[in-house]
């Protein structure tokens, strides 16, 4: 029997004004690369999504619109009710026009200038510029080092823990009994927790992605969770967000800084109708992908024990980001990434964007056959700069 949805057949997204594809000279300074960089897809979004969006484009009006109506509201409870067993107070929904942006009023909110905002290391590159460009301290805290975070949290300026959960770009999934510290350490020391769950929908199998509700507690301080369809369905490029936030207050607050102050009351309707046809229609699409990405991971772990066993590596426990460990391999970064450009033609993206040198990140969102290509060109590169150090 044929698979119900083809992800071998490569969709050219050159010409499409695609910040992976097209944009590759701006980070790399080479055109023609073959990307495996920003977090996106080279899938098309699930069918559903798609006949959803024609529905909608046949109607041929988009005037201002809202996303405080029922079909919204119950379609993200719906998708929490059957993916996480979690019913969500949908009172507590706000709307974005991306995590990131959500990100940055609930900073302004909770923080002055000079705070600290504690993160856990390596960290998304997109943290970091929101923190710092918000003249807000960064306090980074190594993943799994538990006296780390409470020192860092328990410093008088600390204000807000900003967590990715699952974790960008190691694709660690926090167990409830570490989501559970979290909260009790936060509560403890006054500190506001924003939740960035937006690759919560990308956990593999054997893993559980717990969502920040069922931790933060009735009353249980300042908190955040900050999400999009957009991450798993991949459709980014249509805008929207959304989130929960636990006090009416700052719920009230933060929609008002939105509607107002930021002039965002109308969100775009084709990512209302993406979101709504994804979380009612499309987990049979995003179960089928999920797994294909998986078994992407694991023909990178097969290729890379083969040619470069010293690593050890193993695929990561969410996510379609392969964040893979060089240390071990003794190769100088900046001369890796020559030979990758110039030789290789890849672009892999370098683990010092994430603050964390030595390791790099292989976006595997993608039909085998590039990531075959991507994860051979690696190994060839590791071993040409390893065995010479020209690389040559």
Known sequence: MAALYDFDTAIDRRGTWCIQWDGVAD????????????????????????????????????????????????????????????????????????VLSQLSQLLQMWTEEGDGVVVHTPTYDGFRKAITGLGRELRGVPVGDEEALVRELARPDARVLVLCSPHNPTGRVWTADELTRMAELAERYGVAVVSDEIHADFVHEGYVHVPWTRVAGAGGGRWALITSGSKAFNFPALTGSYGLIGDPADRAEFLRRMETAEGLASPAVLSLTAHIAAYREGGPWLDAVRAYVAGNLGHVAERLSAGLPELRWEPPQAGYLAWIDLRTAGVDDAELQ????????????????????????????????????????????VKAVRSSPSGV
Not at 59 to 84: E, I, K, L, P
Request: contains cysteine.
């Open 338 to 381: 020559r030979v990758l450009v110039e030789r290789e033609r890849v672009a892999i993206m370098g683990g010092a964007v994430y603050g964390a040198p030595g390791f790099v990140r292989l976006n595997v969102g993608c039909p085998r056959a590039k990531v075959e290509r991507g994860v051979e060109a690696l190994i060839r590169a």
């Open 27 to 98: 980070r790399f300074g080479v055109d023609g690369l073959l990307p495996f960089t920003i977090s996106d897809m080279d899938f098309a979004t699930a069918p559903e999504v798609l006949a959803a969006l024609r529905d909608r484009l046949d109607h041929g009006v988009f005037g201002y619109t809202t996303w405080q109506q029922d079909d919204f509201r119950s379609a993200v409870a719906h998708w929490y009710a059957t993916r996480y067993g979690t019913e969500i107070d949908t009172g507590q929904l706000v709307y974005g026009p991306s």
